[in-house]
């Protein structure tokens, strides 16, 4: 909501992008102070879901290709200026569009 409200009061003029993005779910070493067992539990559940560190690098292409990219503008137009972590243009639920 932030980003659409911020894109729609820049003036095009300006030429600024404004753009939110997904950086992807990263399984980090967070639950280190927690008890033994808890840590293992999340390690057990959440790293069938979650990405390595070393995937969660090759995922920080999303936060490149926003800054980079030459066809972000086009693509950003049908998605309020929002990227998902593969890259895609892709319009934020209705709920978090707040409508």
Sequence with gaps: MFTAELR?????AWNIGC????????MTDV????????????????TQILLTLAQGCVRARCTL????GLDVP??????MGYFDSDCCATAPSRGQRGA
């Excluded at 639950?31 to 959440?46: D, E, M, N, S």
């Excluded at 290709?65 to 980079?68: I, K, R, S």
Aim: no cysteine.
């Design 8 to 12: 729609r009061r820049i003036p095009k």
């Design 19 to 26: 753009y939110s993005l997904h950086p992807g779910n990263v």
């Design 31 to 46: 639950v280190r102070t927690l008890p033994v067992i808890v840590q293992k539990g999340y390690r057990l559940v959440l």
């Design 65 to 68: 290709y926003v800054a980079t």
């Design 74 to 79: 086009r693509e950003a137009q049908r998605s």
